[in-house]
Antibody, heavy 118, light 110 residues
Framework: QVQLQQWGAGLLKPSETLSLTCAVY????????WSWIRQPPGKGLEWIGE???????NYNPSLKSRVTISVDTSKNQFSLNLTSVTAADTAVYYC????????????WGQGTTVTVSS | QSALTQPASVSGSSGQSITISCTGT?????????VSWYQQHPGNAPKLMIY???NRPSGVCNRFSGSKSGNTATLTISGLQAEDEADYYC??????????FGTGTKVTVL
């Protein structure tokens, strides 16, 4: 049973960089794409971006200038960096596995709450 | 990119059928059969319910079904049950090689 375990700093100050990591346990890392999604308090889901196991990435145009998603295949992990955070970046951040068989995100991490406050 | 449009809320009595619409454009929903639907209970991560417009992953109840016409995709829940009360989000691939979620729909079982 594939599981995604994510972690990272939960409290940031404005202008700092958000860094989260997601590890894949119990399944293959190759042959899938790996995504980050966020959900502000009381609001809907927002797709942040994705990366494949070869390192090719796509990002939400509204966040592209501040986002980097990277992959470490040796550790079966992928990471999210979001620079120059503001209060608007306060959200629950989820990592997810994208399946080419489903063309959808079929396994999700537990979510990490990130709060940006001075 | 703009979020896909969903009704904010839909309700139905136990045993009834409800539908949730997801309206986009020819650059996303209408242009590709890569529409998926996710169920999210409060405090939990989303769960994949439908992929590629009409398909159910293994383990998802057959009371859930999907369809698409033009730029609008639809999720139907038949035989509504108490455990179906949750938020539902559609998602689509776009012509910019990105993904976009819908605005979300809260389903209430009366």
């Amino acid at each position: 049973q594939v599981q995604l375990q994510q972690w990272g700093a939960g409290l940031l100050k404005p202008s700092e960089t958000l860094s989260l990591t997601c590890a894949v346990y119990g399944g293959s890392f190759s042959g899938y794409y790996w995504s980050w999604i966020r959900q502000p308090p009381g609001k809907g889901l927002e797709w942040i971006g994705e990366i494949n196991d070869s390192g090719g990435a796509n990002y939400n145009p509204s966040l592209k200038s501040r986002v980097t998603i990277s992959v470490d295949t040796s550790k079966n992990q992928f990471s999210l960096n979001l620079t120059s955070v503001t209060a608007a970046d306060t959200a629950v951040y989820y990592c997810a596995r994208g399946s080419y068989s489903y063309n959808a995100m079929d396994v999700w991490g537990q979510g990490t709450t990130v709060t940006v406050s001075s | 990119q703009s979020a896909l449009t969903q009704p904010a809320s839909v309700s139905g009595s136990s045993g009834q059928s409800i539908t949730i619409s997801c309206t986009g454009t020819s650059s996303d929903v209408g242009g590709y059969n890569f529409v998926s639907w996710y169920q999210q209970h409060p405090g939990n991560a989303p769960k994949l319910m439908i992929y590629e417009v009409t398909n159910r992953p293994s383990g998802v109840c057959n009371r859930f079904s999907g369809s698409k016409s033009g730029n609008t995709a639809t999720l139907t829940i038949s035989g509504l049950q108490a455990e179906d009360e949750a938020d539902y989000y559609c998602n689509s691939y776009t012509s910019s090689s990105t993904l976009v979620f819908g605005t979300g729909t809260k389903v209430t079982v009366l």
